[in-house]
């Protein structure tokens, strides 16, 4: 069985440079990063297309995702615009790149951004 996993990086964009208190800051937004992980029931890890998007405010936006392999994992990280206490609504999906590991995998989830 092949499972993916997502998580926000603790608010703060491990993977892009930072300022001096730690946040990006970008024309009065903040970033923040999204990894994935597809793995098989072994916690072994699993190629896959990831498509990832969210919906702020109504407003569709595709989050761009890169594949990262380090250490016998395989993430997908990708970075987007918030603003402090929006509401945004997550739309992943997993494709494995070989179909005998099962199909696509999708996961939604809503998340109130903040910022310290």
Do not use: H, K, Q
Not at 27 to 48: H, K, M
Not at 58 to 80: K, L, Q, W
């Amino acid at each position: 069985m092949t499972t993916i996993t997502a998580g926000a990086a603790p608010r703060r964009a491990a993977a892009a440079p930072r300022n001096a208190g730690g946040w990006l800051r970008c024309s009065g937004r903040d970033r923040d990063a999204l990894s994935i992980c597809a793995e098989r029931s072994a916690l072994r890890p699993v190629p896959a297309r990831v498509d990832a998007g969210l919906v702020p405010l109504g407003r569709a936006a595709t989050i761009e995702m890169r594949e990262v392999r380090e250490d016998g994992r395989i993430s997908y990280v990708g970075t987007y615009d918030f603003l402090p206490r929006e509401v945004i609504d997550f739309r992943i999906t997993a494709t494995p790149l070989d179909a005998r590991l099962g199909p696509a995998l999708s996961l939604a989830y809503r998340d109130r951004m903040w910022r310290p």
